[in-house]
């Protein structure tokens, strides 16, 4: 299932910068031979005998654990947080046990503590031996460490913070120094994956983009109320009058199940009656909410939402899921973009290559693909292009690598399943626009592009919802090369890491030619004033627009040209289309210098043709014939680029390029 903006997925490698920020790979180092089956553990019951019931908090919901090692050696603080409104439904209980894992180091020296707040007054702590984990070849097996508070901590209502500290070596030997041990999977919320470090006499703390291994064992009779959304879906594309589910994703942090939620749907903002759905979400667990409406009825683009207010009858913070959902009728056919980021460093990052093949197999004509690439710190990506990678970041999508964004709408994890989804979902007759290219070079030395073009909407502005009627469009233009030479890091070698098109049976550094590479983007929210405010049905509106090749172009003739149709007002690509670059002088067959008695030159608004010439056609870098002539003479053309074709005395023919000043 195809899910929107904040999801829940399987951890990849992810991307780095210096400092301390909230990225995972900012401050870990990680591998994925190290990784291990979680199973919560069987927690010892210190409390009274007639304890009313048992709380354990686990901010890990996925199947698999794995460790890492920070990239700075020292000593770190890594803890889970009870907030405040958690907090207050656990008065008079007491906090009994702590249970975390540890992965491979040599260091147990360690410090478990509870605190007023991440960093704040220390309200219990205790000098703890390690019980570290242990690496044998590609099997990781953790390090079990339970700490059972002689006095247990009561209750306040006040937020606490617990964790643990300990000291992270650094070494080749990569595996030996993988002390943290955390979940495979994104973090469900700000409470589960802190990290700090002392700076002087202060403490410094930001998120690791990870959920940590602790789990907090609370005993008594006020136990909480939990539920945190990890994931909502909707239809990317309904008819009018088809029913519409927002299925919100759910999981219960507290300690009691989730038998019912209420809350309401909205459409443009307007809230529909109350709902309340039937659920069996246990402790630990994830579920889904759904609510529905009827549908809407015309075509259009609208905000559809839903709210969850209340579970089990008590109020709960709200939680809020809104999107667009494109209503189509009859709709004209579009290509889905897909918007992959990744990395030569990136021993994943073969997935998206996998993915992006077997669309071109599969769906030549109903996808654009772009490859953008990043480095990683010191990790250089020749084919770095990181304006690109900035601007798809401060949507909020990059975090770890491969990535993949669908029609700047939502984000996929790149492999042949999901992105043939992808485009099954979104192609086909739902587009509300059309556009296309053509391009040529406008310069001798074939760096300059002019890019003509033609564009329209396929609706009436009075027949659809006022969203799509006040819509109006840019256009990007994506300049890619194929055919690059190039090594790629394979973390599937020798089968470690699945299937993976072939990549299993490659080594772990694989030379490559690499397609679809992002190499000039202008611009990534699209040039207004290309095309008109308003837009008339079925009306092709022109274009035109120059750019300079880039200076990372390796080789002119492997470009592709590509334009995006972006509505402005959601900020999602309609349609787009890629062309092949103009073709060059170089790359046409049967091109040769002057001879067989024939000389051709360019001049100043002249192509001139001498010697033992019976006829000659002038053609421009964009296919079309411009001159057919019988003779040696001169032809008077536009300044350019030219293709002059020649037939001597002798029957022999003679391809040569000219330009023209």
């Not at 009313?52 to 890594?78: H, K, P």
């Amino acid at each position: 299932m195809l899910m929107r903006k904040f999801l829940l997925t399987a951890a990849a490698l992810l991307l780095g910068v210096s400092g301390m920020t909230a990225a995972k790979s900012d401050m870990l180092t990680e591998t994925a031979a190290v990784s291990a089956k979680w199973e919560k553990p069987a927690m010892r019951k210190v409390a009274k005998a007639d304890a009313a019931s048992r709380w354990d908090c686990s901010y890990i919901l996925g199947e698999y654990i794995t460790a890492g090692n920070f990239q700075t050696s020292g000593t770190y603080m890594v803890a889970v947080v009870i907030p405040e409104h958690i907090a207050k439904q656990c008065v008079g209980s007491k906090l009994t046990d702590i249970f975390f894992f540890m992965g491979s180091s040599v260091d147990k020296n360690g410090r478990v503590f509870i605190t007023k707040g991440l960093g704040g007054e220390k309200l219990w702590e205790k000098d703890v031996t390690l019980n570290l984990g242990s690496v044998s070849g590609n099997n990781f097996t953790p390090g079990e460490n339970e700490i059972v508070l002689e006095e247990p901590y009561v209750f306040t209502g006040d937020e606490i913070a617990v964790g643990y500290e300990f000291v992270a070596p650094r070494s080749t030997n990569f595996k030996s120094y993988y002390p943290l041990c955390y979940g495979n999977e994104t973090p469900v919320n700000s409470y589960c994956d802190n990290v700090g470090v002392t700076n002087g006499d202060k403490e410094e703390w930001a998120h690791l983009g990870i959920p940590l291994s602790i789990m907090v064992g609370v005993e008594g009779e006020n136990l909480p109320t939990w539920i945190e959304a990890i994931g909502y879906d909707l239809p990317f594309v309904v008819k009018p009058g088809e029913k519409i589910d927002v299925n919100v994703t759910a999981v219960n942090l507290g300690a009691s199940t989730i038998t019912s939620a209420n809350g309401f749907t909205s459409v443009d903002g307007i809230d529909g009656q109350e709902q309340t759905a039937s659920l069996n979400i246990r402790p630990g667990s994830d579920g889904d909410i759904i609510f529905s409406l009827s549908g809407v009825d015309k075509e259009g683009v609208y905000s559809i939402g839903a709210t969850v207010n209340k579970v089990n009858g008590l109020e709960i913070p709200t939680i809020a899921a809104k999107d667009y959902v494109k209503s189509v009728e009859n709709g004209i056919k579009r290509r889905v973009v897909i918007e992959e980021w990744t990395g030569t460093w990136c021993g994943y990052c073969p997935r998206g290559i996998w993915g992006m093949e077997y669309l071109e197999e599969n769906y030549p004509d109903d996808f654009v693909g772009i490859a953008i690439h990043s480095s990683n710190g010191s990790a250089t990506d020749p084919m770095n292009l990181s304006s690109y990678i900035n601007s798809l970041a401060e949507l909020g999508y990059v975090s770890g690598f491969p990535g993949a964004l669908i029609d700047r709408m939502v984000p996929v994890s790149p492999s042949p399943g999901s992105f043939a989804a992808a485009v099954e979902l979104l192609g086909g007759d739902r587009g509300f626009g059309d556009i296309a290219i053509e391009a040529k070079y406008v310069d001798a030395a074939e760096k300059k592009l002019e890019i003509s073009g033609k564009a329209k909407i396929v609706y009436d502005v009075k027949e659809v919802n006022e969203t799509l009627a006040k819509s109006q469009y840019r256009i990007a233009f994506v300049i890619t090369e194929n055919k690059v030479p190039g090594q790629q890091t394979n973390y599937f070698y020798n089968g470690q890491g699945g299937e993976c098109g072939g990549w299993e049976s490659l080594p772990y550094t694989v030379n490559w030619t690499f397609n679809d590479v992002a190499r000039k983007i202008d611009t990534f929210e699209g040039i207004k004033g290309l095309l008109p405010a308003e837009m008339e049905k079925d009306k092709e509106y022109e274009f035109t627009h120059s750019m300079t090749l880039p200076s990372n172009v390796k080789v002119g003739s492997n470009i592709d040209i590509i334009a995006l149709l972006i509505n402005d007002t959601t900020g999602f690509i309609e349609n787009a289309v890629k062309i092949a670059g103009p073709q060059r002088a170089a790359s046409i067959d049967n091109v040769a210098a002057d001879g067989n008695g024939i000389s051709v030159a360019g001049g100043a608004g002249v192509i001139t043709i001498a010697g033992e010439c019976v006829a000659a056609e002038v053609y421009g870098f964009n296919g079309v014939r411009v001159a057919s002539v019988a003779g040696a003479q001169s032809v008077s053309v536009a300044p350019g680029l030219y293709i002059v074709k020649t037939v001597a005395a002798d029957g022999a023919v003679s391809t040569v390029k000219v330009a023209v000043k």
